[in-house]
């Protein structure tokens, strides 16, 4: 899952995502309200799969990505979903706080694009074909 703003960014992340084997799902967010309500299944998103990792920028509109991490490790159903929260902020209090709400890691978007993509694949390999969730920490429907 993607949650972004930028329409430009959610471009990028999706055809870096594209070039994963396994192929992948991905679902679009723009703010943090739209993104919880899909996490939960609420209005229209009643039939939403449950993602396995969550793209998350730091700057959104409405429920920002502070709210959102803190809501989803908060919550024991959406706990065990790998955030990564990728940002152009180089601030270390943002970092700090990405991990004190628990965000599993923090990635810098870089500059150019190549980097930018290898960025993300590089992460997304890592989440869902190299670390392991425990089995009895992981919900069903992530299986």
Not at 14 to 25: G, H, I, Y
Not at 107 to 129: E, I, M
């Amino acid at each position: 899952m993607i949650v972004e703003d930028n329409p430009a960014d959610v471009r990028l992340i999706r055809e870096a995502l594209k070039m994963m084997d396994p192929p992948v799902n991905i679902h679009v967010a723009h703010d943090g309200e739209q993104a919880l309500q899909f996490l939960r299944r609420q209005g229209p998103h009643t039939r939403a799969p449950a993602p396995a990792l969550v793209f998350l920028d730091l700057n959104l509109p409405r429920a920002n990505a502070r709210e959102l991490l803190r809501e989803m490790k908060g919550d024991e159903q959406l706990r065990p979903i790998a955030v990564v929260v990728l940002t152009t902020s180089d601030v270390d209090t943002d970092v700090r706080d990405a991990y004190r709400l628990h965000a599993n890691c923090y990635v810098r978007k870089p500059a150019d694009l190549d980097s930018f993509l290898s960025a993300v694949r590089t992460t997304a390999h890592f989440w869902l074909n190299v670390a392991c969730v425990a089995p009895d920490a992981q919900p069903e429907t992530l299986k």
